[in-house]
C-alpha cells in the first residue's frame, strides 16, 4: 500500500498568509495526487487533482505543485473560508489513500 | 440538480449488519464509476471501496480492513449505490459519504460528495 504523510498536522495562520502544506508518498504516485478540503458537518470539496489542475469554480488561490513521491497544496492568501482540514489522496494504485489530514486554524 | 445523498445510516450492535444507500441525480449515474469514504470520530478520511460502471467491468475494489465484510453494488436504472456492511465492528463507528469518481490527467479523482450518513456500532 502506498503510505500518504501530510506535515503539518496542524497549523496556526492569519487571514492574508501563505499557506504551504505538504505530502510525501512512500513511493511514486505519478500524476495521481489529489487535494480536498473538509469542513466539520460538511461534504469534502474537491481542490486539486492530478498533482496541479485546479478543479472548476476554487478561487485560484489555491495551487498544486510537485513531482514523484513530493508535493505541495499553497494557499497564496489564506480567506476566512479556507479555515478548514486538507487532506492529500493517491489513486495510482488500490487500495486508494489519504493522508491523515492538515488542519489550518486562526492565528 | 446534480447531487449524491446518502441514507440509511444507523446504530447497530457489534456482529450486525446495516445497509447504506447512495441515491444520486443530476448526471449520468451508469457512466460513472462510484466510491465510498468513511471519517471515524477524531480521525481522517479513509477509502472504502471502489465499483466500476459496469461498461468498465463492474467490479469492486475494497481496503484491507473491510474485505471480506462490507459489498458495494449498484442499480443502475434507480440511480442508487449500496454499500452492505456485515460482521460490524466498533470501529466501523464513521460517517460514510459516497462520491463519484472521475478520470482526468492520468488522475482518478472524487469530485461529487453526499454530506454523509452516521453508522455506529455500538453494544
Known amino acids: 500500500d502506498i503510505q500518504m504523510t501530510q506535515s503539518p498536522s496542524s497549523l496556526s495562520a492569519f487571514v492574508g498568509d501563505r499557506v504551504t502544506i505538504t505530502c510525501r508518498a512512500s513511493q511514486s504516485t505519478s500524476r495521481s495526487l489529489n487535494w480536498y478540503q473538509h469542513k466539520p458537518g460538511t461534504a469534502p470539496k474537491l481542490l486539486i487533482y492530478?498533482?496541479?489542475s485546479l478543479q472548476s469554480g476554487v478561487p485560484s488561490r489555491f495551487s498544486g505543485s510537485g513531482s514523484g513521491t513530493d508535493f505541495t497544496l499553497t494557499i497564496s492568501s489564506l480567506q476566512p473560508e479556507d479555515f478548514a482540514t486538507y487532506y492529500c489522496?493517491?489513486?495510482?494504485?488500490?487500495?486508494?489513500?489519504f493522508g491523515q489530514g492538515t488542519k489550518v486554524e486562526i492565528k | 440538480e446534480v447531487q449524491l445523498v446518502e441514507s440509511g445510516g444507523d446504530l447497530v450492535k457489534p456482529g450486525g449488519s446495516l445497509r447504506l444507500s447512495c441515491a444520486a441525480s443530476g448526471f449520468i449515474f451508469s457512466n460513472a464509476w462510484m466510491t465510498w469514504v468513511r471519517q471515524a470520530p477524531g480521525k481522517g478520511l479513509e477509502w472504502v471501496g471502489r465499483?466500476?460502471?459496469?461498461?468498465?467491468?463492474?467490479?469492486?475494489d475494497y481496503a484491507a480492513p473491510v474485505k471480506g465484510r462490507f459489498s458495494i453494488s449498484r442499480h443502475d436504472s434507480k440511480k442508487i449505490l449500496y454499500l452492505q456492511m456485515n460482521s460490524l465492528k466498533t470501529e466501523d463507528t464513521a460517517v460514510y459519504y459516497c462520491?463519484?469518481?472521475?478520470?482526468?490527467?492520468?488522475?482518478?479523482?472524487?469530485?461529487?460528495w453526499g454530506r454523509g450518513t452516521l453508522v455506529t456500532v455500538s453494544s
Open positions: 492530478g498533482v496541479s
Open positions: 462520491a463519484t469518481v472521475r478520470y482526468q490527467l492520468l488522475s482518478r479523482y472524487f469530485d461529487l
Open positions: 465499483v466500476k460502471s459496469k461498461d468498465d467491468g463492474g467490479t469492486t
Open positions: 489522496q493517491q489513486s495510482y494504485t488500490i487500495p486508494w489513500t
